[in-house]
C-alpha cells in the first residue's frame, strides 16, 4: 500500500505558499540576506534565510506557530469539510533558545489555532529526518484504514538570538571565515495523505537507522545509517530495472553531510540512474531543520506536477543531528500517462 499526496502547504523564506516556495526553488532564487542584528564572532551580520515578517527577537514557540498556521491551513483545504485527520509532527530536537517542554506547546498551540477535527496526534521532536520518519508511519496508517487522512508537518527556526549565538559559538554559522557551516534558516511545511485520490505523487518506499557517529561529534563519518535507510526505502525497486532519477536531499555546506550523501550514493548505485540528479535546495531557502523532509517532498511534488523532474522515481533523504535517519521513494503516478510506467 502506498500514501498519496492529496494536498499540500510552505512558508518559507522564498515562498508565501507552496506553489511559490516550490518555483523559487525551482528558479534557484536565494532567501539568504543579513540579519537585522545578530552578528557573529568577527562582527559580522550573520546570513540567514528569514520570513520576512514576525518579531524577530520573538521566542522559538511563538514564532515556529506564526509559521506552522498558515502552512497547515493550506494543506488542510484538500481534506473533505469535517473529516477528521491524524497530525503527525515533526520539531526539532532540544537546543538553547527552545524552552522544556516546547513540542507540546507547539502541538497543541497548533491544533487550537486550526480549529479543525484532530483524531490523532504524534510528535517527534528529532530534527531534520523526523518528517520523514513520520510520513513512513503515514504509510502504514492508510495501510490499516484506507479511510484515513494523514496530515505530516514540520516546523522550524533557528532564527532566535540564543540559538543563533549557540550556532557562531559551535563555528558552524556560514561565513566568509567560516566557508563550511550552514545558513541557518526557518520554515514550515505539512502534506496531506491518503490511501489513494487526486494526488499525483505517492511514497512506495520508507526506510529509516540510527546513526551512531554523528556530527559534530570526533567519530568519523561513514554514512552507514543513512546507506541502511536508503536500501530500505528503495526495496520496492531492488531486482528491477527501475532506477532513481533524482535525489532531494539535506545537505547544507557542512562536510559531514556531503560525505555521508557520497557513501550513500557508491553503496546503492545499482539504483541509481548514470545522470543521477541530486538537488540541494537548503541552497535556496537555507537550512530549516525539521520542516526538511516535508519541504523536500512538495519540491518533488511539484517537480512531478509541472514535469521538470527529470524522470517518474525519486528519493527523499534526510539526517538529523541526534543520528536519526529516514528516506522515501516517491512515484510520480502521472508518468503512466507519458509511458514512462513503474
Known amino acids: ?38 552578528v557573529n564572532q568577527v562582527g559580522d551580520k550573520m546570513i540567514v534565510s528569514r520570513v520576512p515578517w514576525g518579531e524577530d527577537g520573538a521566542d522559538g514557540v511563538a514564532r515556529m506557530l506564526v509559521l506552522a498556521e498558515p502552512a497547515a491551513r493550506q494543506a488542510i483545504a484538500a481534506a473533505p469539510n469535517g473529516r477528521p485527520f491524524d497530525m503527525l509532527l515533526a520539531l526539532p530536537e532540544p537546543r538553547p533558545g ?69 550556532l557562531d559559538g559551535l563555528e558552524t554559522l556560514h561565513s566568509v571565515a567560516m566557508p563550511w557551516g550552514f545558513c541557518p534558516g526557518e520554515a514550515a511545511a505539512f502534506c496531506l495523505f491518503g490511501a489513494d485520490g487526486a494526488g499525483r505523487l505517492s511514497i512506495e518506499g520508507a526506510g529509516q537507522a540510527t546513526e551512531a557517529n554523528r556530527i559534530r561529534t570526533e567519530t568519523v563519518c561513514t554514512g552507514d545509517a543513512l546507506t541502511i535507510a536508503w536500501r530500505d526505502a528503495l526495496a520496492r525497486v531492488a531486482g528491477t530495472a527501475h532506477r532513481i532519477d533524482q535525489i532531494w536531499c539535506d545537505l547544507n555546506g557542512e562536510p559531514y553531510r556531503g560525505d555521508e550523501i557520497g557513501f550513500s550514493v557508491l553503496r546503492t548505485r545499482e539504483h541509481l540512474a548514470e545522470d543521477i540528479d541530486i538537488a540541494t535546495p537548503a541552497d535556496c531557502w537555507g537550512d530549516v531543520g525539521a520542516a526538511t523532509g516535508p519541504l523536500l517532498v512538495i519540491a518533488a511534488a511539484f517537480a512531478a506536477a509541472k514535469a521538470y523532474a527529470p524522470g517518474p522515481l525519486s528519493l527523499v533523504s534526510a539526517s538529523s543531528i541526534s543520528g536519526r535517519r529516514a528516506a522515501l521513494l516517491l512515484y510520480d503516478r502521472g508518468a503512466a500517462a507519458r509511458g514512462d510506467g513503474r
Do not use: N, Y
Open 98 to 166: 527552545l524552552p522544556d517542554g516546547f513540542a507540546a506547546k507547539i502541538a497543541t498551540r497548533l491544533a487550537e489555532r486550526l480549529g479543525v477535527p484532530v483524531r490523532t496526534g504524534k510528535l517527534c521532536a528529532d530534527g531534520h529526518a523526523a518528517g520523514l520518519s513520520l510520513m513512513g508511519e503515514a504509510v502504514a496508517a492508510v495501510a490499516r484504514d484506507p479511510e484515513a487522512l494523514v496530515l505530516v508537518g514540520g516546523v522550524d527556526t533557528w532564527l532566535v538570538p540564543e540559538t543563533l549565538e549557540w
Open 1 to 38: 500500500m502506498s500514501a498519496v499526496l492529496l494536498g499540500a502547504g510552505a512558508l518559507s523564506s522564498v515562498g508565501l505558499d507552496a506553489p511559490s516556495t516550490a518555483a523559487a526553488q525551482r528558479a534557484g532564487i536565494a532567501g539568504h540576506a543579513a540579519h537585522p542584528f545578530m
